[in-house]
């Protein structure tokens, strides 16, 4: 993720301003303004699944991008950015890697019925490859876009998500509730490949950065011993910070 901004930056002709964010100099870890940082909670939770971002060309710019926290998160998490006339040789080596089964996660509404699946067959600790989940990091169109025009995901299956909870991401508004940022689709998938405790901890972490990012940018302190600061210690067995 880092090496993806730092390539971003060095192509920008003018620095990127985040619109609607806090303003200021921010922490390189977590992009937030330094007197609301949360590395310090930084969780790390080891997983069968990993995750591959596909990331549209600014996002890796913007202080609210949650792919981030997935990478945080899940240790097997790479991300590479996407173009439209040339694939990263790492991703097509990634996608090729036999310990992997990759699953593009796209609505199946959009898809031809029999690449849909929606349950993972590689869950079981027991099965041959791992699961790795393929996620479009991108506005809605954008990501339409790019699974229409990346041929090299073809033959994989597309993980239709069913999930029946609301977004309750706040930081990017979308017209629908149930478009979800990629962090809570992340979760949805780490449930689906038996992984519970990766699930509860990414999205209480989303939560937790969430709270600090509304705060810095209304000025406000964040509370450290605020209820989503609690979920996310009692998710990793540890203490809310004092």
């Given at each position: ?5 730092t ?19 921010r ?11 949360v ?46 006339t ?8 990634l ?24 349950e ?66 992340a979760?949805l ?6 992984e519970p ?20 940018k ?20 540890r203490?809310?910070?004092?």
């Amino acid at each position: 993720m880092a090496r993806l901004r730092t390539a971003r930056l060095a192509r920008s002709a003018k620095p990127f301003l985040a619109r609607g964010g806090p303003r200021g100099e921010r922490c390189p870890g977590c992009r937030l303004v330094p007197s609301h940082c949360v590395c310090s909670l930084h969780p790390v939770v080891p997983t069968r699944a990993g995750v591959c971002l596909l990331m549209a060309d600014i996002e890796p710019l913007k202080p609210s991008n949650t792919g981030w926290l997935i990478a945080d998160v899940v240790p097997d998490t790479l991300a590479f950015g996407w173009a439209r006339t040339e694939v990263d040789p790492a991703l097509l080596a990634l996608l090729a890697d036999p310990q992997w089964q990759p699953y593009v996660v796209f609505p199946g509404e959009f898809v031809a019925p029999e690449r849909v699946v929606t349950e993972v067959a590689c869950a079981d600790a027991s099965a041959a490859k791992r699961p790795l989940f393929i996620l479009l990091d991108a506005t809605w169109p954008e990501a339409r876009k790019m699974f229409r025009k990346s041929p090299y995901l073809d033959r994989f299956p597309v993980l239709s998500l069913q999930p029946e909870q609301i977004s309750r991401y706040q930081l990017r508004r979308s017209r629908r509730d149930d478009h979800f940022c990629t962090a809570e689709v992340a979760g949805l998938c780490l449930d689906l490949a038996g992984e519970p405790q990766a699930a509860q901890v990414l999205q209480t972490y989303l939560d937790v950065f969430t709270h600090h990012y509304l705060q810095a940018k209304h000025q406000l302190p964040p509370d450290w011993q605020g209820e989503a600061h609690q979920r996310l210690a009692q998710a990793l067995g540890r203490t809310a910070r004092a």
